[in-house]
């Protein structure tokens, strides 16, 4: 499932550039700070929105092995860190958005997500114990 979620996140990243993207070194931007030096910035900054944290940290690890370098992964764990994050900054390039969360109810968190950030691209992750 991890994998597939991999390939997915990849190919809507590469959707939302208009490219095929291949991860390589030279997609990291540079940017520099007169007090530290050289900076390196991810190509891409992804919001994992879960309640569960070996959830978060199964995504957190397929997304590193799968995107390298070129990523920046911000954890959020209930819809009030969601929106935090949101407000903070509001021009993720994705946000993986579980379905069952505190302070969510059905659709709430997306209905949030599309309502007041309709340009975030959004993937709904939901699992359910039997």
Partial sequence: MLVSTCVGVTAILA???GER???????TQRNYNKETGPQIMAAYEI????????FRSALRQALTL????????????NIAELESCLQE???????LLDLNMPGAHGFSGLVLLRG????VPVVMIS????
């Fill in 21 to 27: 993207y291949t991860a390589q070194p030279q997609d």
């Fill in 15 to 17: 959707q939302e550039a």
């Fill in 89 to 95: 900054k509001s021009d993720w390039d994705l946000v």
């Fill in 116 to 119: 007041q950030y309709p340009q």
């Fill in 66 to 77: 799968s995107l390298g370098s070129t990523v920046r992964l911000v954890e959020a764990e």
């Fill in 47 to 54: 919001l994992i929105a879960d309640d569960h944290p070996l």
């Fill in 127 to 130: 699992a359910q114990e039997p």
